[in-house]
């Protein structure tokens, strides 16, 4: 989110498969748990995204995203791809997207 505000990327729509956190995020309910410090800097954040939106996605509708984040896992340094995409994304897109 920091580098979409810093990139003047805004708005922008959030897609998570997390229902759990979406709802967090969506709600007003001030949460104890450790997360609730990382939910309320999202939500401060999206306030100064106008128009931007975090929402909940099936898994199963993007493919390409859920298995681009487990390789996320594994990559130490920040990277950022602004017109071009890393090799494993076009396999994934090539494979899972319709002709």
Same mark, same amino acid.
């Given at each position: 989110?920091? !580098?979409?505000? @810093? *990139? =003047? /990327? @805004? %708005? $922008? /729509?959030? @897609?998570?498969?997390? +229902?759990?956190?979406?709802?967090?995020?969506? *709600? #007003? &309910? +001030?949460?104890?748990?450790?997360? =609730? +410090?990382?939910?309320?800097?999202?939500?401060?954040?999206?306030?100064?995204?106008? =128009? *931007? +939106?975090?929402? !909940? &996605?099936?898994r199963n509708v993007n493919v390409v995203a859920h298995? !681009? *984040?487990?390789?996320? /896992? &594994?990559? $130490? #340094?920040?990277?950022?791809?602004? #017109? !071009?995409? %890393?090799?494993? $994304? @076009?396999?994934? $897109?090539?494979?899972?997207?319709p002709d």
């Amino acid at each position: 989110m920091i !580098f979409v505000k @810093e *990139s =003047g /990327l @805004e %708005p $922008v /729509l959030i @897609e998570s498969d997390a +229902l759990g956190v979406v709802n967090l995020i969506s *709600s #007003e &309910t +001030l949460v104890y748990a450790d997360i =609730g +410090l990382i939910i309320m800097d999202i939500r401060d954040r999206l306030q100064d995204m106008i =128009g *931007s +939106l975090v929402v !909940f &996605t099936h898994r199963n509708v993007n493919v390409v995203a859920h298995n !681009f *984040s487990k390789i996320a /896992l &594994t990559i $130490v #340094e920040d990277h950022n791809w602004m #017109e !071009f995409y %890393p090799q494993c $994304v @076009e396999w994934y $897109v090539q494979d899972h997207c319709p002709d």
